[in-house]
Each structure stands twice: as C-alpha cells, then as structure tokens.
C-alpha cells in the first residue's frame, strides 16, 4: 500500500509482518469486497498499492489460468516479497508494476477490475485520483476499496475516557498521535468515511458503502504497538511523541485487558462501477 508520495508507515520485513497480521484483521471485509465485485475466472484485475500481497493472494485464488493481477506498488522490496509470496497462488498470472499510483499509467489499459485496500488514506487528495480513475478506465469497469478510519472511532473513546474509563486513554493517544502524523504529511486517515460520496460525485455507478468496526481484541492492540515501532522516529522529529513516551505508550497498550474495549479503528468499503 505504498505511494512515493510519502508512503508514512515502514517498508521493512517488521513492516511486512505487520501487514500480515492487517491482512488477518482485513479478511472478512477483503472476501466481501471481492464478492461484491463478482470476479470472474478470466477477469483482468488491477490492484492500487499491492504492497506484499496481501489482498492480491485473495484475489488470485478465485481467478482462472486466464486471469491475471496488476499489481502496482511504489515500493521495490514490497514488491519483491509480492512476488516471492504469490508465486505458488493458483493459475493465475501475477504482474508486478513498480509505480507511482497516484499518477495513473498504461498499466490500467484493459482493466476489467480495479481495487485497493489501505492505499486511498496514503494518497494526497485522494479524491482526485478517484475522478480521474473513472476518466481512465473503461465504462462498467468494476471498482472497489476498503480503507481504515482511524478518527470517526475517536468519538466512543473520547466520551468513554471522560465518563469514566480512564484505561482506554492509549487508545486515544495512538489515534491521535496517527492523525498527526498524517496531517503533517497532507493525507488523510479517514479518506474512507466520504468515499462513497466522493465517487458519487465523481459519476461512478451502483456505489455501495458498507463500514465494519474492528473490537479491539489482542491482535488489534499487537497492530498499535507495530505501528508505533514504525513511526517512533518520525513522530519524534514532527514533535507528536518523544520517543520515551512511545515506549510509555506501548507498555500502556500491551497492559491493556483486551475485553470490552471500544473499536480504536475499522474499515469503510466501497463498490461500483465507471
């Protein structure tokens, strides 16, 4: 899921790791999406910010010897995992792209489908990629993403921390501290809560939203202190968190009981067509 546009989480094998256990987090709604999008055995897919292919094994177990994945990434080690992973995916052909996503090229010519999964919030503007997406692909063409909203859950945290539950205050901390980070680099973590808008605006067809909150459970939380590990330095040097305090903040997480607490995070999805 990664951008040249500055891509703000890590593109490490601890990154990679970390994209995993996503990928576990992201597997109901990522099967629904791909229903949604009624894949078909020969179906050319293109999908936005394959990073290690995650979404793209998805994808490829329910296409034919005649279906192929574009998978388009910026990063060359996300990619080179991508393609060491999906080598043994079913008959399908898997075609790595190293390119920038947000500028749209040759590499969506024919598409019969085009997806993304956590790619949108890493996208400046990302809604303007969105128009100009449905301008460069065929009428009918399938679409579809899912993308993370770490904000509109900040909402139940924040009452739930003021009437008396001070424990969850990490969780606000770390959704907080994410917003920050991408604020400062001019994306938005929340993309997904007027996606559906936006492409209705943009002229798609059909467009369906669905929105799954993820409880935080034990690998929810396991996520939160990775993604702390990723961004220690970074947001040290924006002024968000020192890194004593991100320390702080992921012994705080790992002390956590992970039972009844609020969803920090979920995904909003979309499907329609061009």
Same mark, same amino acid.
């Given at each position: ?10 593109? !490490? $094998? ?8 996503? %990928?576990?987090? +992201?597997?109901?709604? !990522? ?38 994945? #574009?998978?388009?990434? $910026? ?11 999906? &080598? ?5 052909? +898997? ?15 024919? &598409? ?23 301008? &460069? ?8 993403? =899912? ?7 900040? &909402?139940?945290?924040?009452? /739930? ?20 980070? @991408?604020?400062?680099?001019?994306? !938005?973590?929340? #993309? ?11 002229? @798609?067809?059909?467009?369906?939203? %669905? ?16 993604? @702390? ?6 947001? *040290? *040097? /924006? ?29 909003? !999805? =979309? #499907?329609?067509?061009?």
């Amino acid at each position: 899921m990664t951008v040249p546009t500055g891509y703000v989480l890590g593109q !490490s $094998a601890a990154a990679a790791r970390r994209l995993a256990i996503q %990928d576990a987090h +992201f597997a109901g709604p !990522s099967e629904k999406l791909l229903d949604d999008l009624a894949l078909r055995q020969d179906d050319r897919v293109v999908e936005l910010g394959c990073g290690p292919g995650g979404l793209t094994a998805r994808i490829l177990r329910r296409l034919g010897a005649g279906g192929v994945v #574009v998978g388009v990434d $910026a990063s060359p080690g996300l990619l080179d995992q991508a393609r060491a992973r999906l &080598a043994i995916e079913g008959p399908a052909r +898997f075609e790595p792209v190293a390119a920038d996503i947000s500028t749209l090229g040759p590499w969506l010519d024919g &598409a019969d489908v085009v997806v993304g999964r956590a790619v949108l919030h890493h996208v400046p503007m990302a809604e303007l990629l969105l128009g100009r997406l449905r301008a &460069a692909v065929r009428p009918g063409t399938r679409v579809g993403f =899912v993308e993370p909203d770490f904000r509109t859950p900040l &909402a139940r945290v924040a009452h /739930l921390d003021a009437t008396g539950r001070p424990g969850v205050r990490p969780l606000a901390v770390w959704a907080t501290a994410l917003n920050q980070l @991408y604020a400062a680099n001019r994306i !938005s973590p929340a #993309v997904g809560a007027t996606m559906a808008a936006a492409m209705t605006a943009a002229g @798609y067809r059909h467009v369906r939203g %669905d929105w799954t909150p993820f409880p935080t459970d034990a690998t929810v939380i396991e996520n939160m202190v990775l993604v @702390y590990d990723e961004i220690r330095d970074t947001i *040290a *040097a /924006l002024g968000i968190l020192t890194p004593a305090g991100v320390a702080e903040q992921q012994q705080l997480l790992r002390d956590l009981v992970p039972f009844d607490l609020p969803a920090v995070w979920g995904l909003h !999805s =979309v #499907v329609c067509e061009a």
